[in-house]
Structure formats: structure tokens, C-alpha cells
């Protein structure tokens, strides 16, 4: 493969050469497995369908559920992922996914829409991928069903109040949603992006929506 050429086979997460991510930096990505938030996937000391971080928040989405915490290196791999597209990566995070998430039941997946003028810098939408992955895993077929609003500032940095002021009204559904739809994202921080994301496959016709995504982000 070309890009085996241009980026050797080295960890993403340690730089030990041999494999994109290594055994051990491969077992060392915390899990979100039970107990969790059975509505935004935050793990609890025990199993709640609401909890300190969820509760009394609107929500558009149904439920969320990520594969693993956001720590540094899932923050690396996401980081590799993005910026050089490699294909491998994609694959594996939709591996470590599929071996945390159960299967929704949803009639279709669909992904977050890239920004246009990231798309263009980096030629790929890594949700896109990561989308197709899931999609391939659980049988489900892919459909891009968003649109995002272009010139909005990216959501890195801002704080909680600032990501869903936004993100509001970002985007809007570019065909008529099924009724139960999957959407995947790389990372849930504050769910502020999926559940604006959700607001519109709603108004699209969606009546649930799961969100699944690599990583999220632990309190
Ligand atoms: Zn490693
Ligand atoms: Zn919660």
C-alpha cells in the first residue's frame, strides 16, 4: 500500500515500529463497558438512566454509546486518524467499536457531515469512514443524511455553553430519515454536536436516534 510507504509501520499511540497500534497500547484503551449512563453512555458506579452529566439536559438523541475513554492515547490514535486518513485506523477503530457497542436496531447509519473547508484540507471525512466500517460490521447501510452549515468556528476550545450555542441549528437533514437511525462520530465531548446533529435527523423524520462513537470524553 502507498501509504505504508509514506508512513511507516510504527504505533500511533507509543511509536514502537510494527503495527499501526500495538498489542499493548491496544489493551491499554479503557473500555466503556457497564455500568453506564443508559442515556449519554457517561460510565456510573452503577447502571442509571440519567446521570450527574446528562440530567435535565435536552437531548435529541435516544442514547449514546462509545467504545472507548478519551484519554491520551485514544486522543493520538483519533489524532493520526484524522490527519493522514489512514484507512487502517478507521478499520480499527470500527473493530474496537463493534467489540464494546452492541448492535443498535436501526433501519440505516449515518455520520456527522465534515465542515466543507476541512473536508477540502484533508480530502477525507474520518466519520465518513468510520461510518462505512460500522456499517459493513452490522449490516446496516451507510447513508450521508446531513448537511452542515458552513463558517462555524471549530468546537475545540470552547466551553460547554459556548459548543452548543455553536453547534445550534448547524445542521440540516438532506433527505427524508428513516425512523431509527444510527449516527456515528470519531469523539463525544459534550454531546453538544451529535445532539444538534440528532435535532435535525429528527426534523428529517427520525423518531430515535443512537449515537455511537469511537471515543468519549470521561469526567
Ligand atoms: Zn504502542
Ligand atoms: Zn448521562
Same mark, same amino acid.
Given at each position: ?19 499501526? /497500534? ?9 473500555r466503556l463497558g457497564n455500568? /453506564? ?39 493520538? /490514535? ?14 480499527? +477503530?470500527?473493530e474496537l467499536v463493534d ?14 457531515? +465534515?465542515?466543507?473547508?476541512?473536508? /477540502? ?10 461510518? +462505512? ?87
Amino acid at each position: 500500500m502507498l501509504l505504508d510507504l509514506v508512513f511507516p509501520r510504527r504505533c500511533v499511540v507509543c511509536g514502537s515500529d510494527g503495527a499501526v /497500534l500495538c498489542s499493548y497500547c491496544e489493551q491499554g484503551l479503557e473500555r466503556l463497558g457497564n455500568p /453506564l449512563c443508559e442515556r449519554c453512555g457517561a460510565p456510573t458506579a452503577w447502571p442509571v438512566e440519567r446521570c450527574r452529566e446528562c440530567a435535565g439536559r435536552r437531548i435529541a438523541f435516544a442514547r449514546a454509546r462509545a467504545a472507548v475513554a478519551y484519554d491520551d492515547s485514544a486522543k493520538r /490514535l483519533v489524532g493520526a486518524w484524522k490527519e493522514r486518513g489512514q484507512r487502517t485506523l478507521a478499520e480499527l +477503530a470500527a473493530e474496537l467499536v463493534d467489540g464494546v457497542v452492541p448492535r443498535p436496531s436501526a433501519y440505516t447509519i449515518t455520520f456527522v457531515a +465534515a465542515d466543507h473547508d476541512r473536508l /477540502l484540507k484533508r480530502g477525507h471525512n474520518p466519520t465518513h469512514r468510520l461510518a +462505512a466500517e460500522l456499517g459493513a460490521r452490522w449490516q446496516l447501510p451507510v447513508v450521508p443524511l446531513l448537511r452542515r452549515a458552513p463558517g462555524r468556528a471549530a468546537q475545540k476550545g470552547l466551553t460547554l455553553a459556548e459548543r452548543r450555542r455553536n453547534v445550534r441549528g448547524a445542521f440540516s437533514p438532506t433527505a427524508a430519515v428513516p425512523k431509527t437511525v444510527v449516527l456515528v462520530d470519531d469523539v463525544y465531548t459534550s454531546g453538544a454536536t451529535v445532539s444538534a446533529a440528532a435535532t435535525a435527523l429528527r426534523k428529517g423524520g427520525a423518531r430515535r436516534v443512537e449515537v455511537v462513537t469511537f471515543a468519549r470524553a470521561v469526567r
